[in-house]
């Protein structure tokens, strides 16, 4: 099986391809493309409720409430349904970040507005547990890894980057780097929220310490980046 072109969403397909899981599976058609996601939404709270290692295609095919042989006719083993869950939902949070598209305001009011949604976004306790998920495997199946990090990571920091150069010919910022500063943005923005719910060490944060968190990543960010 060819991981790279059949799993790996990529750019381009997680911002311009929406139904292309079940294309991916190898099904097509409205019908076959129900049943997939379908078999999708089942196998996704088995992994997220057991991890990769522990979670059966037995109780996949229950949880779906469909066949083993159905599952297997779109998806040709473990790995590459979860790696199609990946996919799913990532495309699902790339059309959430619609912000990045020219939000209205001066940048020190937008923003925070951006960090505030991104946080929240990443701070999901799926989103972190599909985190943990992901790490454990990626050494065994470094495509879902890849997969995980151009979809997600990659394609927010493209994404970040493009609208900091939009907000720069504007005359607002002063940037050599937009991706750079767009990775140095998120990494602002996430402070130690991010890993202390990644090790467990805190539920997700109530909204006005992710705020917080996101305003002074702000502060920081325009101090380097600002016009004068």
Known sequence: MNFERQYNPGLEEAQTEPSQTGEAAGTS?????AKARQILDGARKVFLANGFDAASMNDITREAGVSKGTVYSHF??????????????????AEQLSIYDDPEGPI???????????????????????TRIVAAVAPKFPEIGRAFYEAGPQYGHRRFAAFLERRAARGELVIDDFEIAAEQFFNLAQGVLFKKMLFAAQPKPPRAE???????????????YGAP
């Open 210 to 224: 992710i705020q917080a968190t996101v305003d002074a990543a702000v502060g920081v960010f325009l101090k380097m």
């Open 76 to 93: 040709p083993s473990k790995d590459a349904l979860f790696a199609a869950v990946i996919r799913e939902d990532k495309r699902q949070q």
């Open 29 to 33: 058609g409205g019908g076959d493309n």
């Open 108 to 130: 020190e009011l937008v923003l925070p507005r951006i960090g505030f949604a991104l946080m929240d976004l990443v701070l999901e306790p799926a989103h972190i547990a599909q």
